[in-house]
């Protein structure tokens, strides 16, 4: 699929429609082709892959949909779910990508450039979906089927970009294919529109599509229990999730499972797997003119310093305290879900890589080394990290490295994308994937009163995270870390399942807070902490114990503060509102604490 949208597409023979490229993008889509090559099968087969093409938020090189840097609409939403969710720090040094500071901080306002990169990316997708529905109802050629499997792949990917825009704004304007006025206020609540674009899909999406790039029955059901979730319908996420997760199917036909190890979410070589429900689909080495398929949006993200093999640029470092979280209990192998910090996993911040260190003995997640880059581990097939050496600034940024979007070394010539000043990869970005699915479900058990199916669902992603094989392992030479790995550990790692009888022991409390915890375990750096906070009504409590504990070692968070009330949602875009003014009166409203 990837490969489909960002070569190019023939419309009719007749033009080469690049649905990433800025000349592209400069133009109005239906202005830009005639009507007659639209109102075609390959016209509208050609819009779609025009909007599939717009999940990256990306129109080439190093810059995001309609203006900005790439990353301030990267699909993962690493500044706006990760950074500010207390995942990682922002990284490199103070000063550099600097309205990502008050993002971090929460004491940005409506200027901020970043927010805006992000609303007109999601509202390019959105454009981009409503112009399919308009066309593929000119077009009588299709067979029924065919033409339900359009519209519902068109009304899955404008839910997903309204979804997007409902977490991050909250009250925003909705414009459909119907819409004449595109001028529209920001006072109504957008989840019912969101359900329905969902509720088409599933009904009417087929189980496989001819392509695993494209969406399915499955993926909807999936993304539409998660909107019953997120609006605390539980009731009605449950047979959705239950389906899912009995009956679910890729794309490509394959049964949803865990992968069987951990890191084979993070390889391009396993992307597409029977754990992938709704991926944006990246690929390497496609596009001379820069990394602009190649995951892009988080070409800021590799390590980065003295020694780095990696052209830049040192940002997302994951938090000390996001490492502490991996602590496990050597009596029982289960995190210390009150008191992680307490239990803090050794680093090497201010000691220089010239120095000797000794790694961290204690018991740790396995996961802990497939999400983070720390000195004495092996970081991929890179060699080990030497710490200080490939950071830009301990002081600010902490210890450590961001790994899960890192490309390896020995296929670094088909995964990873160098034609920038900046790196890209094959990584996809998961959406969402099973073990997502299995926690969110886990949710839904809980607050229904099913604790012990709760603890079933956490524990399938704890077993496969116990799985030996699925480890961070030593190299067979350190001098040569391409040569392979030794069936040795690489740390001291021990994760074990809660015994059965637990969260019914514990109550509904105890299992939610053994849920939020697993999934910061298992989805950190995937871009959901920030929203996940505050869907659970635990951002305030959570964020400003993050501020207070990680500003004692790192000084890039000093000053940082949450507002519940203002800080659950971000300002809308003051360039939006002022586009918005009718005889000097505003259309759309600035939420609440920001005006």
């Known amino acids: ?157 404008r839910a997903h970009y309204y979804f997007d825009l409902k977490k991050m704004f909250n009250k925003v304007p909705y414009i459909d294919e119907t819409t004449t006025n595109f001028n529209q206020p920001n006072n109504t609540d957008i989840w019912p529109k969101i359900e329905q674009d969902f509720m088409y899909a599933y009904e009417n999406l087929p189980t496989t599509q001819s392509s695993v790039g494209q969406v399915n029955k499955w993926a909807a059901a999936a993304y539409l229990a998660k909107t019953y979730l997120y609006e605390h319908k539980y009731t009605d996420a449950k047979p959705l999730f239950d389906a899912v997760i009995s009956q679910g199917v890729t794309s490509g036909g394959l049964k949803y499972q865990l992968n069987k190890n951990f890191d084979d979410n993070f390889r391009p070589e396993t992307k597409n797997s029977s754990e992938s429900v709704f991926a944006v689909q990246m690929a390497a080495n496609v596009d001379p003119n820069g990394p602009s398929n190649a995951n892009n949006g988080d070409m800021l993200n590799f390590p980065y310093g003295n020694s780095s093999p990696f052209s830049c640029c040192g940002f997302y470092q994951p938090s000390v305290d996001l490492v502490n979280h991996y602590r496990t209990n050597p009596a029982t192998g289960l995190p210390y879900l009150d008191n992680y910090n307490t239990y803090a996993i050794k680093n090497d911040i201010n000691v220089a890589s010239s120095d000797d260190f000794d790694p961290d003995e204690g018991t740790i997640d396995p996961r802990l080394d497939w999400t983070v880059g720390r000195r004495g581990i092996p970081y991929l097939d890179w060699g080990i990290h030497p710490g200080a050496d490939w950071i830009r600034d301990q002081d600010y940024g902490g210890p450590y490295s961001p790994i899960k979007n890192v490309y390896w070394q020995a296929t670094q010539n088909t995964y990873g994308d160098n034609h920038s000043w900046a790196p890209g990869s094959a990584n996809n970005y998961d959406v969402i994937r099973f073990a997502d699915v299995l926690l969110m479900a886990a949710e839904v058990e809980a607050q229904t009163g099913n604790v012990g199916q709760a603890e079933m669902y956490v524990n399938m992603v704890r077993n496969r995270a116990a799985n030996p094989d699925g480890w961070v392992h030593t190299y067979k030479d350190e001098n040569k870390p391409t040569a392979g790995f030794t069936d040795e550990p690489a740390a001291n790692y021990l994760i074990s399942p809660y015994p059965t009888g637990t969260f019914a022991a514990g109550g509904k409390d105890f299992a939610l807070k053994a849920i939020y915890y697993e999934r910061k375990l298992e989805l950190a750096m995937e871009g959901h902490r920030f929203f996940d906070l505050v869907r659970w009504g635990t951002a305030e409590q959570e964020l400003n114990a993050y501020f207070q504990y990680q500003s004692t070692i790192t000084n890039d968070v000093k000053g940082g503060h949450y507002v519940k009330g203002k800080n659950d949602y971000y300002p809308i875009p003051q360039r939006q509102i002022d586009l918005s003014a009718v005889s000097g009166a505003a259309v759309l409203k600035q939420n609440p604490g920001y005006n």
């Open 1 to 157: 699929m990837k490969t489909k949208i960002f070569i190019s597409l023939s419309v009719v023979g007749l033009m080469s429609l690049s649905a990433c490229k800025k000349s592209y993008l400069e133009k109005n889509l239906t202005g830009s082709l005639e009507t007659q090559l639209l109102d075609t099968k390959d016209g509208v087969n050609g819009l779609l892959v025009g909007a599939y093409a717009a999940l990256d938020g990306q129109q080439g090189g190093d810059a995001a949909i309609g203006g900005g840097g790439a990353w301030e609409a990267s699909p993962d939403n690493w500044i706006y779910g990760g950074v500010a969710g207390g995942d990682a720090s922002k990284g490199s040094v103070a000063g550099d990508q600097t309205p990502i500071e008050p993002i971090m901080k929460f004491t940005s306002d409506a200027s901020n450039g970043f927010f805006n990169s992000k609303w007109k990316a999601d509202y390019e997708g959105i454009s981009r979906t409503n112009n399919i529905l308009k066309a593929v109802a000119k077009v009588s050629s299709f067979t029924d089927a065919e033409r339900k499997n359009i519209i519902g792949q068109a009304r899955f990917l």
